[in-house]
């Protein structure tokens, strides 16, 4: 990934089904819906958080399972049951403060075009659909669900000069 584009980036925005997950979507026969999350992928951004890149969700849809992982992470906000991600862009610049040039946004399908144009970093998961692919700065090697969230966060503390520290915090 390049380190210039990332190194200047303080929120980290995501899509959730095709970059947290895999894309896929258990529905029960209740009102359940079931969600798998990478935990690589929670753990790369407990280390960006904590590193203070603020986090957060645009998603179109809702879930209590994805509520549950917000806070387990820790991520800061989450406007979910978006259709059209583009036109938060003033909300969310007004709710961190950040510029637009230090905002990177995941995402891996139509939808996430309009947000991923806006940011300053727009960046497509391996297997996106090739509409997001093409209009996105940066590919990720791994798939969404797959570690494509964390091989983003590793990049993104890398960037910051902030990986070492991080690895001598375990050590």
Known sequence: MTDKLLEKINLLIMD??????????????????TKCFNSK????????????????????????????????????????GVLRK??????????????ISQIAYIGDDVPDISLMKKVGVGIAVADAEPAVIACAAIVTK?????????????AILKAKGLWTDVLKQWE
């Open 86 to 99: 583009g036109e938060l862009i003033d909300s969310i610049v007004a709710k961190t403060g950040c510029d």
């Open 142 to 154: 791994r798939p969404g669900g797959k570690g494509a969230v964390r091989e983003v966060c590793d």
């Open 41 to 80: 992928d929670g753990f790369g951004l407990k280390l960006l958080k904590q590193a203070g890149v603020t986090l957060g969700i645009v998603t179109g849809r809702r879930s209590a399972a994805l509520d549950r992982r917000i806070k387990e992470i820790g991520i800061d906000f989450c406007f979910d």
């Open 16 to 33: 959730v089904d095709g970059v947290l997950t895999g894309g896929e979507i258990i529905l029960t026969g209740s009102d359940t819906e």
